[in-house]
Nanobody, 120 residues
Framework: QVQLVESGGGLVQPGGSLRLSCAAS????????MYWYRQAAGDERELVAA???????TYADSVKGRFTISRDNAKNMVYLQMNSLKPEDTAVYYC??????????????WGQGTLVTVSS
């Protein structure tokens, strides 16, 4: 069984920082891409940052210069460092991995989400 678990969300004041973590576990053979999405109340889920299958990073325009995605391949972890947080960053943050598992095929796996609230 493959599982993604996010952590690190919480309440932070505007201008503050948080670091989100996502741990992948289970019968994983390869991780091809790693993503962070977010979904604010009443909005559609949007891509925030990603490591693409080619290893490049990409960011939403709204977070460029403030958020940084990083990874630890040995631990199957992906992180999202969020600085200079704004109230509009408030959302549930989800990680998604595109992975090959012992089941024998490549598919996307999602975590359960972690809530980030930016408020004074």
């Amino acid at each position: 069984q493959v599982q993604l678990v996010e952590s690190g969300g919480g309440l932070v004041q505007p201008g503050g920082s948080l670091r989100l973590s996502c741990a992948a576990s289970g019968s994983i053979l390869s991780i091809y891409a790693m993503y962070w999405y977010r979904q604010a109340a009443g909005d559609e889920r949007e891509l925030v940052a990603a490591f693409t299958s080619g290893g490049a990073t990409t960011y939403a325009d709204s977070v460029k210069g403030r958020f940084t995605i990083s990874r630890d391949n040995a631990k199957n972890m992906v992180y999202l460092q969020m600085n200079s947080l704004k109230p509009e960053d408030t959302a549930v943050y989800y990680c998604k991995n595109t992975m090959l598992t012992r089941a024998g095929y490549v598919r996307d796996y999602w975590g359960q989400g972690t809530l980030v609230t930016v408020s004074s």
